[in-house]
């Protein structure tokens, strides 16, 4: 069955440093995949798109990598701030064949920077 | 537009009642999925809309659940009988293409 799998529940680090978080997936061909940024208690918020064919896209203080034959998308936030810590939740869509309709979400990670 | 709007945002009922939902989406978003999440999990998918179409449904929805999108624009998710494993979060999100979603703040259930 269709699965992803985000590296570790938490991830503390403190300001200024990178935080490098993981998400890997199995049984899956996606045509693309994205990073939501989620506060307690309100949806989630979409930060970036990276497609099948891309190797790395970046925004601002964010960088994604997308590696198909690992099955593993990278998410690097530089210098990070207070501000920062949420839960990050990577999604999936059901790729070639399956339905286009909806996205599956890992189960998030949740960052915290401490100043 | 203030993007997508959940009411109520707060829903406290008895086991056994019925409840209803409404998603008001960014109107010129074609595509409305409702999502539901529990405490420590990603959204899992309930059922998604283009236009009026309701094109999927999860296998994991059970027939206690409904969803309507009347004219393509809001729509409402019904849980009739609810129980106690209800009780999540109920996510609306819209988007005109199939990614870049824009989610509402959600409704909470709790089923006493």
């Known amino acids: 069955s269709q699965k992803i799998e985000q590296n570790s529940e938490a991830l503390n680090i403190q300001e200024g440093k990178t935080a490098t978080l993981t998400c890997n997936y199995t049984n899956y061909s996606p045509a693309y995949l994205q990073w939501y940024r989620q506060d307690p208690g309100r949806g989630p918020v979409f930060l970036l798109l990276?497609?099948?064919?891309?190797k790395e896209k970046r925004k601002e203080r964010l960088k994604v990598t997308f590696d198909t034959t690992l099955k593993q998308s990278l998410f690097h936030i530089t210098a990070s701030q207070p501000a920062d810590s949420a839960t990050y939740l990577c999604?999936?869509?059901?790729?070639?064949?399956?339905?286009?309709?909806?996205?599956?979400f890992g189960k998030g990670t949740k960052l915290s920077v401490k100043p | 537009d203030t993007g997508v709007s959940q009411d109520p945002r707060h829903k406290i009922t008895k086991r056994g009642q019925n409840v209803t939902f409404r998603c008001d989406p960014i109107?010129?978003?074609?595509?409305l999925y409702w999502y539901r999440q529990t405490l420590g999990q990603g959204p899992e998918f309930l059922t998604y809309f283009q236009n009026e179409a309701q094109l999927e449904k999860s296998r994991l929805l059970s027939d206690r659940f409904s969803a309507e999108r009347p004219k393509g624009s809001f729509s409402t998710l019904e849980i009739q009988r609810t129980e106690q494993g209800d009780s999540a979060m109920y996510l609306c999100?819209?988007?005109?293409?199939?990614?870049?979603?824009?989610f509402g703040s959600g409704t909470r259930l709790t089923v006493v």
């Open positions: 999100a819209s988007s005109p293409r199939g990614y870049g979603y824009t």
């Open positions: 999604a999936l869509d059901r790729g070639y064949g399956g339905s286009q309709g909806n996205l599956i």
């Open positions: 990276i497609r099948e064919n891309e």
């Open positions: 109107s010129e978003h074609n595509r």
